[in-house]
């Protein structure tokens, strides 16, 4: 039942970033974020109906959501100059972790007050609340839009980097694996995932499983590394950033980051069998989590720094 999320994610990640490098991240999100709010408000009514009927609706959850992250991919080269997009990335992921903190710790509480169905409901209204507010207020490229300055739209322009790839037709598929940057990021992608997500999932389950903890010292415990998620990432990508404006290579930059990305968290989960109490485990997890968001400064932002004119499609695929 977890995995079902995947499933359909896996699918709409390299249609979603397609859909956005052509026709704009704004008409693409937005039809995402419609999507996956309606799936959330369907899930407790279709578990009541079959575990069949719940599985779909979890696939269809992530389809929606599988779109969100090769769509901000499109943004990002476009409206962040080359020297700031680590710093975007921080800020834009901060607000991703922060979700996750918010969720853990309210979700509890309201469904102590309007129940199960009721909890899903307002999660559900949260998302067309945003919606209403993004079609109203953001534009997929800065030239559209009609609230920015002169000086910052030419700040913006003449700091977009060059996409490697030629020409005007999007790049094939043998073009694409032919190239190592291409599967470096793929892998970076798949072990940071691997991570990222099983703690995700796990976290609340570990805590009561193994220290017998209540399901609200279980959010409190589970939201605490992802609130130091959030900030650590801004501090990371704003880190980089500074060391690209003091002279040091984008890719030396990059590869820095994504080594303590990856031997941080790696160090700290090998001392997690080495604690005895919860708040031990907790503090473990915060320095995984917290070192882990340098991933965001690392490969995450390298995608856009090799083919920003194809950010959505290859971050999707």
């Keep these: 039942m977890q995995s079902s999320f995947l499933w359909g994610y896996v699918f709409s990640s390299m249609v979603g970033g397609a859909l956005a490098d052509r026709y704009g991240g704004k008409k693409v ?16 009514w279709a578990a009541s109906q079959s575990a069949t009927m719940l599985l779909a609706v ?23 100059p080359t020297h700031e997009r680590a710093t975007a990335v921080g800020l834009s992921m901060g607000g991703f972790h922060l979700g996750n903190v918010v969720s853990f710790l309210a979700t509890p509480i309201i469904m102590s007050h309007i129940g199960l169905a009721g909890t899903f409901a307002f999660f559900a209204s949260l998302g067309y609340l945003w919606l209403s507010v993004w079609l109203l207020n953001v534009e997929s490229d800065p030239i559209d839009s009609r609230t920015i300055s002169k000086s910052e739209l030419q ?33 970076a992608n798949v072990i940071n995932n691997w991570g990222y997500f099983v703690l995700l ?19 409190w415990f589970s939201a605490i590394p992802w609130g130091v998620m959030a ?17 040091l290579s984008i890719v030396r930059v990059r590869k820095i980051m994504q080594s303590i990305g990856f031997i941080g968290p790696g160090v700290s989960l090998l001392c997690l069998r080495f604690a005895q109490t919860p708040s031990a485990a907790a503090v473990i ?24 004119k194809y950010a959505g499609s290859l971050h999707g695929m």
């Design 29 to 44: 999100m937005a039809g995402a974020a419609a999507l996956w709010s309606l799936a959330t408000f369907l899930t407790p």
């Design 58 to 80: 979890r696939v269809l959850f992530g389809v929606a959501e599988g779109v969100a992250f090769p769509t901000m991919s499109t943004f990002l080269p476009k409206w962040f």
């Design 155 to 187: 700040l913006i322009l003449a700091g977009r980097s060059k996409s490697k790839v030629k020409g005007s037709k999007s790049p094939s598929l043998r073009e694409v694996f032919s190239k190592m940057e291409m599967w470096a990021i793929i892998v």
């Design 201 to 219: 999932s796990w976290m609340p389950v570990y805590f009561k499983t193994v220290y017998n903890v209540n399901l609200k010292q279980a959010a």
């Design 231 to 247: 900030l650590s990432g801004y501090v990371a990508g704003a880190s980089a950033d500074f060391m690209i404006k003091s002279g």
């Design 285 to 308: 997890m915060t320095a995984a989590l917290g070192l882990s968001s340098c991933s965001q400064a690392g490969y995450f932002c390298n995608v856009q720094d090799i083919a920003p």
